[in-house]
């Protein structure tokens, strides 16, 4: 059996370890049980390309056992101690001795562990006293990162909760810690209890970012995500996924281009898998997920195979994945268009029609600037400089405000009252 982690008694490491089809089914944290018996360091460093329910697991069995630990997540260290509109609550529900822990960080800097143990620790001191209020169950959910996670699950533990899972957009529904050890690593399926404590959002939509390798979609799906995160008054929760399971340009990367782009590239060749049908349909269950937890969700699109001739932009089965888009924006250079092609690949799959906003990079080295127009068949086009993975999301939103502000009407749905109302 693959294992999902690896021991550095060294190092006093745990390291996850990538998994063949790029995502981990939780079933192996029962199946393959994290062993610690015979290893010496008493503070463990847990690291790796973990999804969140992994970080809560590892972090939740060390503390079961009596080891002090800590996080060493991917990318650049935070630097960020801003907590504005960060938030941790946690929402009991007694008849059932249960409780949900809702977790927001909303800022787009990365923030240090100490602002974020800041923002949690009333929470965590709940927590470690939830035998005396009566939570025996445990739901962690909300948009935060590894650490958080992990100190949640860790508190919980001290508290003596009995049962812990995760919900994300991600995975759903995952026991990570089960004192009795039956249901963990199961996958549930969320209880209506869950559904009415948890903020959802009322007509969610989800907005691809189509277009050929390298021709700044990712860049564009990371500005248009920042620029959805800065309306004002009422909040338009939202996420950014990357959907290349092959060769993912994540968050992480491109926080570690503006530090040191040697070993953000270096980081990036290590976990290029190849495609394989798993992996869509994972990314595809991915991409639906996020109805159930925000308004707008980006889904950065991968771009096909390009070593074939002549390119295969939708690959057999890679459908799935576009299919649980509903509008589409793509992204074409001014010295190699791609429209017709991209129109003819998505036809097949009577998915052409949701292509509603077109942009041509004239000059990714230039100063961010973008320039919109609605044509006489209502598709939105426009032309726009800047696209360089190495210009920082402010810079970008600062220069494409005004016409991504004429695009929003086009991305997402009128009827949707909680977003119309942060546009006024």
């Known amino acids: 059996m693959q294992p999902w982690y690896r021991l550095d008694n060294n190092e006093g490491k745990i390291e996850f370890q990538p998994h063949e089809h790029r995502y981990w089914p939780p079933e192996i944290i029962r199946a393959c049980p994290l062993r610690l018996m015979g290893h010496s360091p008493r503070r463990w460093i847990i690291t790796g390309p973990g999804a969140m329910w992994m970080y809560a697991h590892v972090a939740a069995i060390l503390t079961k056992e009596g080891y002090d630990w800590t996080t060493q997540l991917a990318g650049a260290p935070g630097t960020s101690n801003n907590l504005d509109g960060c938030k941790g609550i946690l929402k009991p529900v007694p008849e059932k001795g249960s409780a949900v822990l809702e977790m927001h960080l909303t800022t787009n800097e990365r923030l240090t562990d100490n602002a974020i143990a800041e923002l949690l620790t009333p929470t965590l001191e709940q927590l470690r006293h939830s035998a005396s209020g009566g939570i025996c169950e445990l739901c962690l959910t909300g948009k935060a990162n590894g650490y958080a996670y992990a100190l949640a699950a860790s508190a919980a533990v001290q508290g003596r909760v009995k049962k812990i899972s995760c919900w994300t957009p991600a995975d759903g529904l995952v026991v990570v810690y089960d004192e009795s050890g039956q249901q963990t690593g199961e996958r549930l399926e969320p209880p209506d209890w869950l559904f009415k404590l948890v903020s959802r959002p009322r007509t969610p939509v ?60 270096r980081k990036r060749e290590a976990i290029k898998l190849s495609w394989t049908e798993e992996m869509e ?16 969700g980006i889904a950065d699109l991968p771009g096909g195979n390009h070593r074939v001739r002549p390119p295969q932009r939708v690959p057999p089965h890679r459908e799935v994945i576009l299919r649980e888009v509903d509008t589409f924006i793509l992204i074409e250079r001014i010295d190699c268009p791609s429209e017709q092609a991209w129109c003819a690949a998505l036809e097949p799959h009577q998915l052409a029609d949701r292509i509603k906003v077109v942009l041509t990079s004239t000059d990714p080295d230039g100063p961010p600037c973008l320039h919109v127009w609605r044509d006489g068949e209502g598709i939105w086009r426009g032309e726009i400089t800047g696209l360089d993975r190495n210009k920082r999301p402010d810079e970008l939103v600062n220069g494409y405000r005004v016409g991504m502000e004429s695009l929003w009407t086009a991305l997402v749905p009128s009827e949707c009252p909680k977003l119309a109302a942060t546009l006024a």
């Open 281 to 296: 349909n994972q990314i595809a269950a991915r991409v639906r997920r996020l109805r159930d937890f925000f308004d707008v």
């Open 206 to 265: 989800v907005v691809g970012v189509l277009g050929d390798p390298n021709c700044g979609k990712s860049v564009f799906s990371l500005a248009l995500n920042h620029f959805r995160s800065r309306f004002k008054g009422r909040e338009c929760i939202g996420w950014r996924l990357d959907c290349d399971g092959a060769a993912p340009t994540t968050d992480w990367y491109l926080s570690l281009l503006s530090e040191d782009q040697g070993q953000a590239k």
